[in-house]
């Protein structure tokens, strides 16, 4: 794959950083000739990814890394963003539909990330913390780089 | 994110700009509803026109301003969703559960 096809980068664990993530991703799928609304729900999906890592897999410490990778594999966004907590087991979580959880203030991250990806894995990151993987069709062109 | 607080009657408007996201506008809108609340109105209205982003802890936000409201017998009450914001509410079926308006003068008329 082509240099040009995947950027790596590292923010420290502050909300604020999410800002500069995406700036980043924003340029990006500009460049894949996304649409608007296609473009504003994998920035919702990614903000959720990078807030979990923050929040719940670094626990907001500022000298814990999240590290974010964006590629394009096979015709597919691939976005992985990676913490370095102990580990996260998501099969536990609650449904936020069902009535009971209804009027909880938390537990929709997740379930926006699915419905706004088409697939999201999570699972054990090279560095021992959770990775999740987001995955989104790409229908425009396929690169980062700019035509012009 | 910015908050513009506003009275009309006796209904507390408040009008919101920008994101209601993590580590921001959720804690702003949070303190603006609470604020509201302790000045003993009893109407609260929220202008969603100019939000542009909204996430989970914003939806979050959301749901615990209209539960504590509505434990403190306040009526909070929404107008204005952008298409998106309407449906992030949709998908987890929290619309059903706001009272959500057109616009302005039919919210302030809803009381």
């Known amino acids: 794959m082509p240099d040009e096809q995947r950027f790596h980068f590292a923010i420290g664990s502050r909300f604020e950083n999410i800002e500069l993530v995406q700036v980043v991703l924003k340029d990006c799928l500009q460049r894949l000739g996304m649409d608007d609304d296609t473009q504003h729900w994998v920035d919702v999906a990614v903000r959720e990814a990078l807030a979990n890592a923050i929040k719940h897999g670094n626990e907001q410490n500022p000298s814990k890394q999240v590290h974010v990778d964006l590629a394009i594999e096979a015709s597919e966004l691939v976005i992985r963003i990676e913490d370095e907590g102990v580990g996260f087991d998501a099969t536990g979580l609650g449904d936020p539909l069902a009535p009971e959880n209804l009027l909880r203030p938390n537990g929709r991250g997740i379930f926006y990330m699915k419905k706004f990806m088409d697939e999201i894995d999570y699972g054990a990151g090279p560095g021992g913390g959770t990775m999740v993987t987001l995955r989104k069709r790409v229908s425009g062109p396929k690169t980062f780089r700019h035509d012009d | ?111």
Do not use: H, W
Not at chain 2, 61 to 82: I, M
Not at chain 2, 93 to 106: A, G, K, P
């Open chain 2, 1 to 111: 994110m910015n908050v513009n607080v506003r009275q009309r009657g006796d209904v507390t408007i408040l009008d919101l700009k920008g994101k209601i996201t993590i580590g921001a506008g959720d804690i702003q809108l949070r303190n603006a509803v609470q604020e509201a609340m302790n000045s003993g109105t009893k109407k609260i209205l929220i202008d969603m026109k100019d939000v542009s982003t909204i996430d989970s802890s914003g939806i979050g936000e959301l749901v615990s301003a209209y539960t504590t409201a509505t434990n403190r017998g306040v009526k909070l009450k929404l107008f204005c969703l952008p298409t998106k914001v309407t449906d992030i509410l949709t998908i987890t079926q929290l619309i059903t559960v706001f009272d959500v308006y057109d616009n302005e003068e039919e919210a302030v008329n809803s009381f």
